[in-house]
């Protein structure tokens, strides 16, 4: 099976390439190794150079940007895939609010640039996200109302509505899976799971937006494990997932752990953030059930997985 992978070169995504050529899949990437205008261009550069060295030589990987059809078609004409997973998409809320307008243009225009070019295709599987929920107290499951809070999670929510009315439309079954506060290695310095963790090497202070504020953070190893699983079943044709750890933990728990794994660093606790959701634990009982996913990794050893990488490749 021949599986393309749009932001291959991306946290998630170049850990999925990696993940699916051990399975025994061929895995192609797409990505535009952009900065988002956030970020600095070298950190990012360097980035993806490490990202590159995770994937094997043989694995090609095309650097296209979806916004551009016209790229996406040449390569769908080339190549014959099976399944698309559609990955690539402005990667948080703060990158969102950073440039709307390209935000907006790149989850709308974008996904339906793939969408178009998938025709061939026998399966769409779009990865969103824990945000389309908005605020929520307790645990959800995919059949709880989504009310997003901030632009990310709209334009999430809006892309698994194209994602099912192209399916609709073109009679190719689609899968969506929603994940949550997926860290691990070579991630983004900015993200929160990282962040800490800097902080803490550094004896600097970790801000926790609220003490009682918690999400339900998913090692990337649990969440590629899980897509792929979601490849393989023929039950997940036309359903959407929850793909979590299933165990939400507050921000101040992520901070104390990433303070005790430095043995250095110090925590500040303010207001929460109200541009972010209130969030908890997504029930991943359907996940379990169909595709027989079985998250392993918690807060705990994933932190010092994640801590052990971090200060051997800074």
């Known amino acids: 099976m021949k599986i393309l992978i749009t932001g291959g070169l991306g946290f998630i995504g170049h850990h999925l390439i990696e993940h699916l050529y051990n399975l025994g899949y061929q895995a192609i990437g797409i990505d535009s190794a952009t900065d988002y205008d956030v970020s600095d261009s070298s ?24 916004n551009y059809y016209s790229e996406l078609s040449n390569i769908f004409e080339n190549e ?32 339906i640039n793939v969408l178009r070019a998938s025709s061939n295709a026998n399966r769409f599987i779009f990865i969103s996200s824990s945000m389309v929920y908005g605020d929520f107290n307790g645990s959800v499951d995919e059949e709880s109302p989504c009310n997003p809070k901030g632009q990310y999670g709209i334009l999430k929510l809006a ?14 079954p689609y899968t969506i899976i929603r994940p949550s506060a997926v860290y ?15 902080a803490a090497v550094k004896n600097q202070t970790l801000n926790v937006n609220g003490k009682d504020e918690s999400i339900d953070f998913t ?3 649990d969440l590629v494990d899980g897509i792929a699983l979601a490849v393989e079943s023929k039950q997940a044709k036309n359903q959407t997932f929850n793909m979590t750890r299933g165990s939400a933990r507050t921000i101040y728990d992520a901070a104390e752990i990433a303070v005790g794994l430095a043995s250095t660093g110090r ?48």
């Open 80 to 111: 014959s895939f099976d399944t698309v997973i559609h990955l690539a998409s402005f990667p948080r809320q703060k990158t969102v609010e950073k440039n709307p307008s390209l935000a907006a243009r790149t989850m709308i225009e974008g996904t």
């Open 43 to 66: 950190t990012i550069e360097t980035l993806i150079s490490s990202r590159l060295e995770s994937i094997p030589d043989n694995i090609n990987i095309y650097k296209t940007d979806i």
């Open 184 to 198: 691990g290695s070579r991630d983004i310095d900015d993200r929160i799971v990282p962040k800490f963790l800097n």
């Open 267 to 314: 925590i500040s606790v303010n207001e929460p953030d109200s541009s972010y959701p209130s969030r908890g634990t997504l029930d991943i009982s359907k996940a379990k059930d169909i595709l027989h996913y079985n998250p392993s990794i918690d807060i705990e050893s994933g932190f010092e997985k994640t801590y052990q990488w971090l200060i051997q490749n800074k």
């Open 159 to 172: 892309g698994e509505n194209l994602v099912k009315d192209w399916s609709r439309g073109n009679n190719i």
């Open 219 to 221: 090692h990337v190893d």
